[in-house]
């Protein structure tokens, strides 16, 4: 497998680790006090046309960048999940192969098949859909039992 150059796989780990850093609490809270702290020095500094260019500035330039850095790990994210959903649709033996990659496909195209699908479960409800048995909460719990026993 063919590794990226080393300025982009710095950028990717980089991106990856600003993602998960601006997603915690902690830094909402940061964020938060921030903002209160800028609006507590407002009446100090006579609501400034400096003091509100901070705000805007700052704000800004944090945003325009972690658009970017967001993106690069969402677009990664993304593609290491089709992968996934590529293999597992190659791997079942009734799974159609012409579903593989179909992210690749117009939004025409994709739509096409969203209506097949549509087709194919009005008709199977029209059979009957036998009811499901055990649901995936059911069936960790009964899976967890014999580790606890």
């Known amino acids: 497998m063919t590794r990226p150059g080393k300025s982009a796989d710095w950028f990717s780990r980089f991106a990856t680790r600003v ?11 940061l964020a938060c006090i921030a903002v209160v702290a800028w609006a507590a020095i407002g009446p100090f500094v006579g609501f400034s046309d400096v003091w509100q260019l ?9 945003t325009f960048l972690v658009v970017f ?15 996934k959903l590529d ?14 990659n179909l992210e690749e496909l117009s939004e025409q195209d994709i739509e096409t098949f969203r209506q ?34």
Not at 54 to 62: F, L
Not at 69 to 83: G, M, P
Not at 127 to 145: L, Y
């Open 87 to 100: 293999e597992l649709l190659r791997a079942t033996a009734e799974a159609h192969n012409s579903l593989l």
């Open 19 to 29: 993602a998960h850093t601006v997603g915690r609490p902690v830094v909402f809270a």
């Open 69 to 83: 850095l967001i993106q690069n790990t969402q677009n990664r994210d993304s593609a290491a999940v089709q992968i």
């Open 116 to 149: 097949r699908y549509i087709r194919l479960a009005s008709m199977a409800r029209k059979k009957g859909i036998p009811e499901i048995e055990v649901d995936a909460e059911e069936r960790a719990t009964d899976e967890a039992a014999p580790a606890r026993r």
């Open 54 to 62: 901070t705000i805007n500035t700052g704000t800004t330039i944090v």
